[in-house]
C-alpha cells in the first residue's frame, strides 16, 4: 500500500504541481470527475472533434489527384468514391454543433471521427489487396496502411483518461489486425509483428499525452473555478454550479436550496484585529461550514464575507435543520472570546417556486437582510 503511493508521488512528479494525490484518480477513469470540470472537457472534446474533421474533409478529396496520377483504372476510380462518401462524413461533423454539455454527446462525436477513417481504412485495404502494384503505384497503396498510426497519433490531441483512450484506441488495433485477413497469405509475420508492436507503443504515447493534457485543464479548471482565499467555489464557478444543479433539480424534481450566509460585523473584525486576521476567519469560517455540511453540498464565495450555501436535494425544512446545527457548531472565535457570528437567508425551489437561479439568489438575499434587520445572529426563510 505505502510503496503504491510512492509510485503514485513519483508519477505525481511528471503532472503539474497543482494536482492532488487524490486527483491523479481523475486520469484514470472519467466517472469520477466533478460536473465544472466535465462541461469544460466536454467542450474541448468537441471543439477538437470539428477540428479533426474539417482538416479531414479538407485533405481525403485532395488526395484523389495523386491516386488519379499513380494508380490504375478503376482502383483509382473506387478510391476516390469512397474518398468522397469519407468527406461527406467529415463535412456532417463539421456542421455538428451540440449544446447539452454532456460527456455522451462528445464521446459520440469521437466515435464518428474516429469510424470514419477505421471503415476508410478497412474498405481501402480490401480494395488495394485484389491489385499487385509496382513501383510508385505500390507506395502510394502502402500509404493507405499508415492510416491506424495517424489515428492512434491523433489521439493525443485529445484530453482523456486512459481508460478512454484505451477504449477509443481498441477499434483501431481491432481493424488493423482484420485488414490482415484480407491477404492473409502474404502476410510476413515478423514484420506485422513489428508494426503491431509501433501501434502499441503509438497508444501508450497517446495515452500519457491524453492524460498529461488532462492533468493540465485539471489544473488550469482548479485554478479558475476556486477562490485563492478560502479554496471554496469562486462567484463565477458558482453561477455555473448553479444553473447546473438547478436542471438536475428540475429534471429529477427534486429539492434545492440557496442559503446566502453574511458574517455579523465582519468589518468591525477587520478593524479591530488586523485584515490578517479577518482573513483567518473566513479561511476558518469556510472550513467549519465544509465539515458541517454534506459531501455533496457545496459552497461559494460570493463576495467578501458572504457566502453561498448549495444544497442538493434539500428541502426548506431539512436545510434549517443543517444550517441551525452549523449555528448552534459555532463558526470561529473573536480573540477576545466572543462567538463569530452569521446571518442566513435561504430559498428553496419548489418552496418558492422558481427554477431560475438569480430569482433564488435573489430571494436568498433578501432573506439574509431581514436577518440582519431582525438582530443578525439568525436564520431567516420567509419574507
Ligand atoms: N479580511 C478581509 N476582509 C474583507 C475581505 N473581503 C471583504 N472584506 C471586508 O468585509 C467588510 C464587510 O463589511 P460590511 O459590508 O460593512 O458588513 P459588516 O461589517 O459585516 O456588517 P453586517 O454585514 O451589517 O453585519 C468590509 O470591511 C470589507 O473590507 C477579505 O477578503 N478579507
Given at each position: 500500500m505505502l510503496t503504491t503511493k510512492i509510485i503514485w508521488q513519483r508519477l505525481l512528479?511528471?503532472?503539474?504541481?497543482?494536482?492532488t494525490l487524490n486527483e491523479t484518480r481523475w486520469l484514470i477513469r472519467?466517472?469520477?470527475?466533478?460536473p465544472l470540470m466535465e462541461q469544460r472537457r466536454v467542450r474541448m472534446i468537441v471543439n477538437r472533434v470539428r477540428l479533426f474533421a474539417t482538416l479531414f474533409a479538407a485533405l481525403t478529396p485532395l488526395w484523389i489527384i495523386v491516386d488519379v496520377l499513380t494508380l490504375p483504372f478503376p482502383l483509382w476510380l473506387q478510391l476516390a468514391i469512397l474518398r468522397l462518401l469519407a468527406t461527406i462524413a467529415f463535412g456532417t461533423l463539421v456542421m455538428w454543433h451540440p449544446q447539452d454539455g454532456r460527456l455522451a454527446t462528445a464521446y459520440q462525436g469521437m466515435a464518428t471521427l474516429f469510424a470514419i477513417p477505421t471503415l476508410f481504412y478497412l474498405i481501402s485495404h480490401l480494395l488495394l489487396s485484389h491489385h499487385q502494384l509496382q513501383g510508385i503505384s505500390a507506395a502510394i497503396g502502402t500509404g493507405y496502411a499508415f492510416l491506424p498510426f495517424v489515428l492512434l497519433a491523433g489521439f493525443a490531441i485529445f484530453p482523456l483518461t486512459l481508460f478512454e483512450t484505451l477504449t477509443f484506441s481498441a477499434p483501431v488495433l481491432c481493424a488493423y489486425a482484420l485488414a490482415l485477413m484480407f491477404n492473409w497469405e502474404e502476410v510476413s509475420w515478423p514484420s506485422f509483428g513489428g508494426q503491431f508492436w509501433l501501434l502499441f507503443l503509438l497508444t501508450g504515447v497517446a495515452s500519457l499525452a491524453s492524460m498529461s493534457q488532462l492533468a493540465f485543464i485539471i489544473a488550469l479548471v482548479n485554478q479558475a473555478i476556486h477562490d485563492p482565499l478560502t479554496g471554496t467555489f469562486s462567484r463565477r464557478s458558482g453561477e455555473e454550479m448553479l444553473n447546473l444543479h438547478l436542471s438536475f433539480a428540475r429534471r429529477n424534481n427534486s429539492p434545492f436550496t440557496v442559503a446566502f450566509l453574511d458574517i455579523d460585523h465582519f468589518k468591525s473584525i477587520n478593524d479591530r484585529f488586523g485584515h490578517e486576521f479577518g482573513d483567518r476567519v473566513l479561511q476558518q469560517l469556510t472550513q467549519t461550514v465544509t465539515h458541517c455540511l454534506r459531501r455533496g453540498d457545496i459552497v461559494v464565495r460570493w463576495g467578501g464575507e458572504e457566502f453561498l450555501l448549495l444544497l442538493n436535494n434539500t428541502d426548506l425544512h431539512q436545510a434549517a435543520h443543517a444550517l441551525e446545527r452549523l449555528r448552534q457548531h459555532g463558526l470561529g472565535m473573536h480573540p477576545d472570546g466572543r462567538q463569530i457570528t452569521a446571518s442566513i437567508g435561504i430559498a428553496e425551489r419548489i418552496a418558492d417556486g422558481t427554477d431560475d437561479w438569480k430569482v433564488l439568489v435573489e430571494k436568498a438575499d433578501t432573506r439574509m437582510y431581514l436577518a440582519k434587520q431582525g438582530g443578525r445572529d439568525r436564520l431567516v426563510f420567509e419574507g
Open positions: 512528479g511528471l503532472l503539474p504541481g497543482e494536482v472519467p466517472c469520477l470527475h466533478m
